[in-house]
T-cell receptor, first 112, second 115 residues
Framework: DAKTTQPNSMESNEEEPVHLPCNHS???????IHWYRQLPSQGPEYVIH???SNVNNRMASLAIAEDRKSSTLILHRATLRDAAVYYC?????????????FGTGTRLKVLA | DTGVSQNPRHKITKRGQNVTFRCDPI?????LYWYRQTLGQGPEFLTY????????KSRLLSDRFSAERPKGSFSTLEIQRTEQGDSAMYLC?????????????FGDGTRLSIL
């Protein structure tokens, strides 16, 4: 099973950038890296995804290492609404289908 | 914009009873997924459908669990003879078909509590 490793928790001050790391040393060549976040009492929310190149959207940026064995989700200016659990996930290559395997994620705390 | 809808939001039942949850995906999405999430853990994959075909079931899904997606639209997840360990949040997600880059859109889940 494709697996990711993330720190259990991180803290950031409001309006400062946040860099959330993820290690995925077993990634296959065609696996996309997806990031989701989950606020309390809600389902996960899609944030961003990428394959090889760095990606930007209105929510965040994704920086992918050249060897693709790690990636970093970047929130440029953290707000209190960004406090959530952030998940870095890969497609499960062993099954050949499209299920995702979530880890325990990183709980981000934003300090006012 | 209508997202993924799950009903009921909360279900409390006694051990041994049967329960059924419903998921209405985003209308043009032909893939539908079920996950289970316990406190402090990430979602665990249970099963997924492409249109009406159930293409994969997790080993976590015992014989007491069954899922259907008639006509490739809404889906139901039934748990028979519920046990204490079934208490969890049950999440549904949907996505478009295509390359694995298609993001999954999640509902807000059904929280099941077994007394």
């Amino acid at each position: 099973d494709a697996k990711t490793t993330q720190p259990n928790s991180m803290e950031s001050n409001e309006e400062e950038p946040v860099h959330l790391p993820c290690n995925h040393s077993t990634i296959s060549g065609t696996d996309y890296i997806h990031w989701y976040r989950q606020l309390p009492s809600q389902g996960p929310e899609y944030v961003i995804h990428g394959l090889t190149s760095n990606v930007n959207n209105r929510m965040a940026s994704l920086a992918i290492a050249e060897d693709r064995k790690s990636s970093t989700l970047i929130l440029h200016r953290a707000t209190l609404r960004d406090a959530a659990v952030y998940y870095c996930i890969l497609r499960d290559v062993s099954s050949g289908t499209y299920k995702y395997i979530f880890g325990t994620g990183t709980r981000l705390k934003v300090l006012a | 914009d209508t997202g993924v809808s799950q009903n009921p939001r909360h279900k409390i039942t006694k051990r041994g009873q049967n329960v059924t949850f419903r998921c209405d995906p985003i209308s043009e999405h032909n893939r539908l997924y079920w996950y289970r999430q316990t406190l402090g853990q990430g979602p665990e994959f249970l099963t997924y459908f492409q249109n009406e075909a159930q293409l994969e079931k997790s080993r976590l899904l015992s014989d007491r669990f069954s899922a259907e997606r008639p006509k490739g639209s809404f889906s139901t997840l039934e748990i028979q003879r519920t046990e204490q360990g079934d208490s969890a949040m049950y999440l549904c997600a949907s996505s478009l078909t295509g390359a694995q880059a298609q993001p999954q859109h999640f509902g807000d889940g059904t929280r099941l509590s077994i007394l």
